[in-house]
Nanobody, 118 residues
């Protein structure tokens, strides 16, 4: 079955950095759009960044542009999220998401908690 397993969350001070990683299994990774979403307490889940293909085209939410970088490695079935200049408002559970390009079938990881606090 399809599994998306996130890692790399934790507690970091404002202005710090974290790198999240997601390893996918059970799917043809290169056929999926890979994204990171987040959900803060009391808020809806929102898109953070998306890497549709391995061609370098990336989409970012306005609130992370210039601070976060998404990358994918189709050989390793991984998608990473490098987060710099973190702010307290970045505190959330971050989820790895995979969407099949043709049908829209999607899968979610269980999430990893990022807490930005001094």
């Amino acid at each position: 079955q399809v599994q998306l397993v996130e890692s790399g969350g934790g507690l970091v001070q404002p202005g710090g950095s974290l790198k999240l990683s997601c390893v996918a299994s059970g799917l043809t990774f290169s056929s999926y759009f890979m994204s990171w979403y987040r959900q803060a307490p009391g808020k809806e889940r929102e898109l953070v960044a998306r890497a549709r293909w391995a061609d370098g085209i990336r989409d970012y939410a306005d609130f992370v542009k210039g601070r976060f970088t998404i990358s994918r490695d189709n050989a390793k079935n991984t998608v990473d999220l490098q987060m710099n200049s973190l702010k307290p408002e970045d505190t959330a559970v971050y989820y790895c998401h995979a969407q099949f390009y043709a049908s829209g079938t999607e899968y979610w990881g269980k999430g990893t908690l990022v807490t930005v606090s001094s």
